[in-house]
């Protein structure tokens, strides 16, 4: 069993910068990439971005270039710097794990950003 505990949500007005964070604690050997979705109101949940334990990164199209993932091995964290947001950024976001069997979700951080 994995826990993802995210942190970091708040409101924000445009243009402006948040940092999520994903703590794990649990089966953390087992973990072979994270991520992070996210799920606006009446719309499906959808991928922002995600890292292996090689480092490889990968970003939604709606926020390359904006948002930054990365991971601190030592304090087995994954982060994601969010930076020039927009009103559509506004959602529920989710932290993720994948492990060889089955993926793991945190309970999610809201992110508000104001006009």
């Known amino acids: 069993q994995v826990q993802l505990v995210e942190s970091g949500g708040d409101l924000v007005q445009a243009g402006g910068s948040l940092r999520l964070s994903c703590a794990t604690s649990?089966?953390?050997?087992?973990?072979?990439?994270m991520g992070w979705y996210r799920q606006a109101p009446g719309k499906q949940r959808e991928f922002v971005a995600t890292i292996t334990r090689g480092g490889y990164t990968n970003y939604a199209d709606s926020v390359e270039g904006r948002f930054t993932i990365s991971r601190d091995n030592a304090k087995n964290t994954v982060y994601l710097q969010m930076n020039s947001l927009k009103p559509e950024d506004t959602a529920v976001y989710y932290c993720?794990?994948?492990?060889?069997?089955?993926?793991?979700w945190g309970q999610g951080t809201q992110v508000t950003v104001s006009s």
């Open positions: 993720y794990a994948n492990s060889v069997i089955t993926r793991y």
């Open positions: 649990g089966s953390i050997f087992s973990i072979t990439s």
